[in-house]
T-cell receptor, first 110, second 113 residues
Framework: GQNIDQPTEMTATEGAIVQINCTYQTSGFNGLFWYQQHAGEAPTFLSYNVLDGLEEKGRFSSFLSRSKGYSYLLLKELQMKDSASYLC???????????FGTGTKLQVIP | DAGVTQSPTHLIKTRGQQVTLRCSPI?????VSWYQQVLGQGPQFIFQYYEKEERGRGNFPDRFSARQFPNYSSELNVNALLLGDSALYLC????????????FGDGTRLSIL
């Protein structure tokens, strides 16, 4: 099976940098997703890491270490609109089975 | 291009009733997955369909069933509704290849009274 751990809540200041960690245990691994979900809305895709290392997309970057079962999402130059839940999700199994963590609720304060 | 569309947006049912939720994937996507999300939790995997065949099933009772049509749209059926079935039901589509992301619809919010 799969197990995913991420902090429940985080608070950060507008303009700052925040790192949201995700650790996982899995018997099979195809890749790791990060999704953003605003309250009452559907998740939106942020990043997908298959290989170890850092991938950067504008203000958002995602890092993966498969040997450590660890990933993080880095958000730079925080804006108020970044207040949302951030979901770490494992892609595993022979088909496209995606297992989500419980999400990290990020609050950006002025 | 249209994204993933789900209908209805909201639905209110009573215990014991049956419900059918619908999903149209992004054009060109052959894979549809269904998730249940209760408040404060991440989405829980229910089913994945690819090319009209069930490819995966999560830990949900047999009251939950689904199918995919030749045009790749999909329906999720839930029988004998329980209060605990109240949740946001999300549909996600993708090409089906493992390295491609799933794109979510806005969901159907189901309330059981």
């Amino acid at each position: 099976g799969q197990n995913i751990d991420q902090p429940t809540e985080m608070t950060a200041t507008e303009g700052a940098i925040v790192q949201i960690n995700c650790t996982y245990q899995t018997s099979g691994f195809n890749g790791l997703f990060w999704y953003q979900q605003h309250a009452g809305e559907a998740p939106t895709f942020l990043s997908y890491n298959v290989l170890d290392g850092l991938e950067e997309k504008g203000r958002f970057s995602s890092f993966l270490s498969r040997s450590k079962g660890y990933s993080y999402l880095l958000l730079k130059e925080l804006q108020m609109k970044d207040s949302a839940s951030y979901l770490c999700a494992l892609n595993s199994g022979g088909y496209q089975k995606v297992t989500f963590g419980t999400g990290t609720k990020l609050q950006v304060i002025p | 291009d249209a994204g993933v569309t789900q209908s209805p947006t909201h639905l209110i049912k009573t215990r014991g009733q049956q419900v059918t939720l619908r999903c149209s994937p992004i054009s060109g996507h052959k894979s549809v997955s269904w998730y249940q999300q209760v408040l404060g939790q991440g989405p829980q995997f229910i089913f994945q369909y690819y090319e009209k065949e069930e490819r995966g099933r999560g830990n949900f009772p047999d009251r939950f069933s689904a199918r995919q049509f030749p045009n790749y749209s999909s329906e999720l059926n839930v029988n004998a509704l329980l209060l605990g079935d109240s949740a946001l039901y999300l549909c996600a589509s993708s090409t089906g290849r493992n390295n491609q992301p799933q794109h979510f619809g806005d969901g159907t919010r189901l309330s059981i009274l």
